[in-house]
DNA sequence: ATCAAGATTACCT
DNA sequence: GGTAATCTTGATA
């Protein structure tokens, strides 16, 4: 297919963070790694948007935290979050809307051995252990190896970027509600492909 | 300076 | 299905 697997360019990010967000399912996430690759397929995502949604970092307006956010799209804002995890997002829309994509669960690709290492530190990998290794947004950052230190990688260059694929129908796209926040839940702002079984939860 | 909450996960019953 | 672990951020004083 003619677009297929090429990197995604900016005017893709810059967009609405809905049609991002339903467009970055099935769409290839690769972080470079030395000379080794560890890619994987997007299977559920969330959205935000600090203009409307009480959940989103980006309500209270600018802190130091969420900056990157309301910069330009296509750009990575990672956070820490419950003293142990990172999660990583895909900053959308123009400067100054303070939108972004959570990536809540990938399907892995390419790199797994390292993926299998960076998540339990040793080689051994069961049938549970295998659907368990990046299904939910701390999972994905640690297999991934994401930390703070990629806070604000452009993702148009070569650290970490996204490859471009055939668009999911839209049969196949679940919209839900989101998980883990306490306001603004009842927006369907959550994306996942249907009977994926790396989503994090049905 | 102090404090509560958090876009989670792993492990328990 | 319930909850402890763990620590940074952001809000309040």
Known sequence: ???SFQKLNRSFYTRDVLAVAKDLLGKIVVKKDGS????????????????????AHTFLGVTKRNKIMFGE?????VYFTYGNH??????????????????RA?????????????????SLLNEKEKFNLTSGPGKVCKAFA?????????LTGNEI???DSPKIKIKDIVAAKRIGIIKSVDL??????????????K
């Open 36 to 55: 080794k690759f560890i890619s994987g397929k997007i299977v559920e995502v969330e959205a935000y948007d600090g203009s409307v949604d009480q959940a």
């Open 86 to 103: 990172y999660c990583c997002n895909v900053v959308t829309g123009k400067e100054g809307s303070g939108t972004a994509v959570l990536i």
């Open 188 to 201: 369907p702002w959550r994306f996942y492909i249907k009977d994926n079984p790396y989503v994090s939860k």
């Open 161 to 163: 970027y996204f490859l």
């Open 73 to 77: 799209g296509g750009f990575l804002y």
């Open 1 to 3: 297919m003619k677009n």
């Open 106 to 122: 990938v399907e892995p690709i390419s790199g797994i051995d390292l993926m299998i290492k960076n998540r339990f530190g040793r």
């Open 146 to 154: 994401i930390t703070m230190d990629h806070y604000g990688i452009d």
